[in-house]
Every structure is written in C-alpha cells, then in structure tokens.
C-alpha cells in the first residue's frame, strides 16, 4: 500500500514539473515571437480589428482565453517588420489572423502553417502565393500591395485532390492549408490504426514523464554547474 502510495505521489510530481517546464517554455516563446517587431499591434491593422472584440494586446500578438487558465495567441501583426526570412512562428498555430505584409520575404515554405487549423485569415506580401495554392483558400484577394488568403478550405472534402487516401479504421483531418492528417478511429490506435483497444496512455505517460524530468534535471544541474564555474 506503501508503495503504491509513494509510486502515485512521485508520478504525481513528476507531471507537475513537467507541465511547470513546458508552461515556462511557452511563455518565453511566446515572448519572443511577440517581440519580434517593435511596438505593438498596429491600429491600422485587420489584426488590431480582430482583437478589439476578441481578445487582447501584448507586444505584436493578440491573446485570447480559449481555455479557462490558457493564454492563446489568436492573432499576430508581424507587418512591416523589415523580416526577410520566417522560418516558423512558434506557438502561433491557433492564431485565426496572421499579418506578415509588407515584409521583404522572398520565399515562404508551406510547412511553416501545417497545423494552423484555425487560420482563416492570412496577409502576406504581394509575390508570395498562399500555402497550399489558391484552392486551398475561399477567397484570394489583392489590396493595398498585400495578398490576402481568406476562408481556409477543409482538404478532406476536396478527395479528388487529396495525396493519399487514409488507412482503413482512420479519418481525414485538415491539418492547415493543404494539409491533412488521418486519426484513428475510437478503440483503434498504433502503426495505420490496425491495433484494437485502448491506447496505453497510463504507461506511455509515465515513460515519458520519467524521462523528460530525468533528462530537464540534467540538463539543470549542467547549466547550474557552468554557471557556478563562470
């Protein structure tokens, strides 16, 4: 009784610093994307609209509760910030409204916005095209010397254009423009969804908890040490 007492309180612990770790880890990324560009969201900007009802403003980001205790960017103003290269936009994936026009962008990747489910509006300079192509869009629009991506279209209803058809006990999913992802159907899980029951998670859980404080508690005391000796 003991030690099941003492595994649980230790299992218990171990998810609170995990959950501390991550929270801490994407609060400094949100930081740094809000930060990116001097200022704050620009009042001429379709982003600045956005937020007046939705959310609110802290740097060049827009941040609503979509959950009770989670602070979420819903929107983004990175305009006219003199950005050449975007690489990825952190933990902006449930952003509904991005703003990267007037920016000397040469090129933009597709996988940059694979995940940004939530995105129905997205301004971009003039020579990009939207991620996924104009199909992937309801509407694409020119004004003001930016290319507007508006209404994200749902890829799983478009089956004539899809890559590939899901495997069997699996669904389509949109997974951002042009993308899409095959989730298992309920009581089915593993490599194509051809594993029947429930999903382990108890014991997937605690291994990775396990490991990541092991892992976060040498990465700590590394960092502790060298700071010590500098």
């Not at 218990?12 to 400094?28: E, G, M, Y």
């Not at 449930?94 to 129905?120: E, K, M, R, V, Y």
């Not at 003001?144 to 495997?167: F, L, S, V, W, Y």
Request: proline share 4%; with cysteine.
């Amino acid at each position: 009784m003991t030690a099941s007492v003492t595994a649980s309180t230790v299992f218990l612990c171990s998810v609170f610093i995990v959950l501390f770790l991550v929270n801490v880890d994407s609060q400094d990324t949100d930081t740094q994307l809000c930060k990116m560009c001097q200022g704050t969201v620009r009042q001429d900007s379709p982003v600045w609209d956005f937020c007046l009802t939705k959310g609110h403003i802290r740097g060049r980001c827009c941040f609503g509760n979509i959950t009770s205790n989670v602070d979420t960017i819903i929107g983004l103003d990175l305009a006219n910030c003199s950005i050449s290269h975007v690489e990825h936009l952190y933990n902006s994936s449930t952003a509904f409204i991005i703003d990267l026009s007037n920016n000397p962008i040469s090129n933009l990747s597709d996988f940059i916005f694979q995940g940004f489910n939530h995105l129905t509006q997205l301004l971009l300079p003039l020579k990009l095209e939207c991620p996924g192509g104009n199909s992937s869009w309801e509407k694409v629009k020119v004004k003001n010397n930016a290319r507007i991506c508006e209404g994200q279209k749902n890829i799983c209803n478009q089956t004539a254009q899809m890559p590939g058809d899901c495997p069997e006990n699996s669904f389509c999913s949109p997974y951002g423009p042009g993308f899409f992802e095959c989730s298992c159907l309920q009581n089915f899980h593993g490599y194509k969804c051809m594993r029947q029951g429930e999903f382990p998670i108890a014991k997937v859980l605690g291994i990775l908890t396990g490991s990541t404080v092991v892992v976060s508690s040498l990465l700590w005391f590394t960092q502790r040490r060298k700071a010590k000796n500098t």
